[in-house]
């Protein structure tokens, strides 16, 4: 789809395509993980979303009560 959009609009523009639509799309795919980076440096699911609930961690202990 990118290579029916990007190639005739850089004809209308610059006369010429200045970048491939395969060079194209890399880039997009960068800048958008990038930006994903610099928003959500934690990521997605962030560590203590994950984490927080110890009976879902394998192989760790439930912690114990204080009084006893």
């Known amino acids: 789809m990118l290579r029916y959009v990007a ?4 004809q209308a523009v610059f006369d010429r395509v200045i970048l491939d639509p395969e060079v194209l799309r890399m880039l997009l795919l960068s800048l958008a993980m990038i930006f994903m980076m610099l928003l959500r440096p934690a990521g997605l699911i962030p560590a203590y979303s ?3 609930r110890p009976e ?5 202990a439930k ?6």
Not at 7 to 10: E, I
Not at 56 to 60: D, E, F, T
Request: charged share 20%; proline share 11%; no cysteine.
């Open 50 to 52: 994950r984490y927080s």
């Open 63 to 68: 912690p114990q009560e204080a009084g006893k």
């Open 56 to 60: 879902l961690v394998v192989g760790k």
């Open 7 to 10: 190639v005739p609009v850089q």
